[in-house]
């Protein structure tokens, strides 16, 4: 047993509020145990340069951390001039994933932005603000769908992520501050409802693992990531 008591294939409780925040179009607080990320999306009717004119829309991300979402706390990094690597990769890596489900052309010339903002840090906010990130879009989109917006739905499927990793020489499944903190190996995994792997990041801290280490991880990851889409996506989606 784990410190939280979960076995090892087994992910945290997942929650998710829905309309946490009046003006967003897609608002979302997303749970993962005791990290706590804020999701939302909003649209504007333009896109950039780069897709002018083309007929096609656009997604990209910000994320950050509240200053008192960890321990002690962090300097705002708007103080600082710029997003540090670490923040600029994790936008990164929420843009690209929901982008790799979304049918632009169904979009039109529109641009979805979606805002992670970590009110909690336990491990996992990447993860987390993946999976809110693509509730906020699903309940964005159904908003446009029913005021006339758009007449098709430009979501393909859904996506969503969980960290693995390698603890105590255990392998284990979403881990913790302390799990992720001290891990021997850290990935993250995102993954649609369809079972294909949008991404995958990880790296050994310590010795290297093996395939069949590596082959275990990432299906403990799919099991968790199609029951986490259980949990978070609306049956009237599947309708």
């Not at 009046?22 to 939302?40: F, H, I, N, P, R």
């Not at 780069?50 to 656009?58: H, N, V, Y």
Request: net charge negative.
């Amino acid at each position: 047993m784990r410190v939280d008591q979960r076995e090892n294939k087994s992910h945290r409780n997942i929650k998710v509020t829905r309309d946490f925040t009046k003006y967003a179009l897609g608002s979302v607080l997303v749970e993962y145990g005791d990290t706590k990320v804020l999701c939302t999306a909003t649209v504007e009717d333009r896109v950039p340069s780069f897709l002018r004119d083309m007929g096609q829309g656009w997604l990209t991300a910000e994320y950050a951390m509240l200053p008192s979402s960890t321990h002690t706390r962090s300097r705002r990094e708007v103080t600082k001039g710029k997003p540090s690597g670490r923040t600029s990769e994790i936008q990164r890596l929420i843009g690209r994933s929901l982008r790799s489900i979304v049918d632009f052309t169904k979009l039109g010339e529109r641009t979805v932005y979606i805002d992670a903002d970590v009110i909690q840090a336990d491990g996992g906010t990447r993860t987390a603000a993946i999976t809110g990130g693509m509730v906020a879009l699903n309940d964005a989109v159904m908003s446009l769908i029913n005021d006339g917006v758009l007449v098709e739905n430009p979501i393909k499927e859904w996506v969503a992520s969980i960290s693995v990793g390698k603890y105590k020489g255990e392998l284990i499944t979403d881990l913790n501050y302390i799990e992720d903190s001290n891990a021997e190996l850290d990935m993250n995994l995102v993954m649609t409802e369809s079972g294909r792997f949008v991404e995958i990041q990880g790296t050994a801290e310590e010795t290297p693992i093996s395939k069949d280490e590596l082959d275990v991880l990432l299906e403990h990851g799919h099991l968790a990531i199609l029951s986490i889409l259980k949990i978070v996506k609306p049956a009237a989606v599947y309708l």
